[in-house]
T-cell receptor, first 114, second 115 residues
Framework: NAGVTQTPKFQVLKTGQSMTLQCAQDMNHEYMSWYRQDPGMGLRLIHYSVGAGITDQGEVPNGYNVSRSTTEDFPLRLLSAAPSQTSVYFC?????????????FGNGTRLTVT | DQQVKQNSPSLSVQEGRISILNCDYTNSMFDYFLWYKKYPAEGPTFLISISSIKDKNEDGRFTVFLNKSAKHLSLHIVPSQPGDSAVYFCAASARNDFGNEKLTFGTGTRLTIIP
């Protein structure tokens, strides 16, 4: 019962470095998404995907890229990290077959950009 | 523009008493509402939800009330237990132009249950 798995748990980057946050789910969920959590801001949607090969922007997509080549994986790429991207990142998935089925979240990646 | 607001960043309640967490929204297109609970170093987990066609939904100790005219919902926990200490996020859902559900979260309320 792995659910949604995120790696790494912690990461420190220097400004301008790039990295990929990994997200995998084993529930055969078609819908996957990335959120960031910041103090006083709640959870904000970065990008989402409704199936393999289909992605779309959320509320705060700038500075992030995504792709969805398989149902299981939905990596989030930071091409040139900035201090404003210091945050906790959560990946989530759900089955869209049932309208408004709840999201299943991973345990997060805490990213610090110096 | 915060479409879903949780105006109380924190709340402390005595064990055994009722905890009431509040949430206000501005977008009249929201048609489904959810509460998530989050412990430190873990991801949020789904707690309870309510459709806009209802005004109350109950699940054990947890009850969610929806007042559409006031654009307000609340989560009642009774009786409160120490394990309920967590951050609670309110979320609201609406269909976007492509028919996909878009979920908007509030800023969260940290609930502390005092033994």
């Amino acid at each position: 019962n792995a659910g949604v798995t995120q790696t790494p748990k912690f990461q420190v980057l220097k400004t301008g470095q790039s990295m990929t946050l990994q997200c995998a789910q084993d529930m055969n969920h078609e819908y996957m998404s990335w959120y960031r959590q910041d103090p006083g801001m709640g959870l904000r949607l970065i990008h989402y995907s409704v199936g393999a090969g289909i992605t779309d922007q959320g509320e705060v997509p700038n500075g992030y890229n995504v792709s969805r080549s398989t149902t299981e994986d939905f990596p989030l790429r930071l091409l040139s990290a900035a201090p404003s991207q210091t945050s906790v990142y959560f990946c989530a998935s759900r089955s869209p077959r049932r309208y408004n089925s709840p999201l299943h979240f991973g345990n997060g990646t805490r990213l610090t950009v110096t | 523009d915060q479409q879903v607001k949780q105006n109380s960043p924190s709340l402390s309640v005595q064990e055994g008493r009722i905890s009431i967490l509040n949430c206000d929204y501005t977008n009249s297109m929201f048609d489904y509402f959810l509460w998530y609970k989050k412990y430190p170093a873990e991801g949020p987990t789904f707690l309870i939800s309510i459709s806009s066609i209802k005004d109350k939904n109950e699940d054990g100790r947890f009850t969610v009330f929806l007042n559409k005219s006031a654009k307000h919902l609340s989560l009642h926990i009774v009786p409160s237990q120490p394990g309920d200490s967590a951050v609670y996020f309110c979320a609201a859902s609406a269909r976007n132009d492509f028919g996909n559900e878009k979920l908007t979260f509030g800023t969260g309320t940290r609930l502390t249950i005092i033994p």
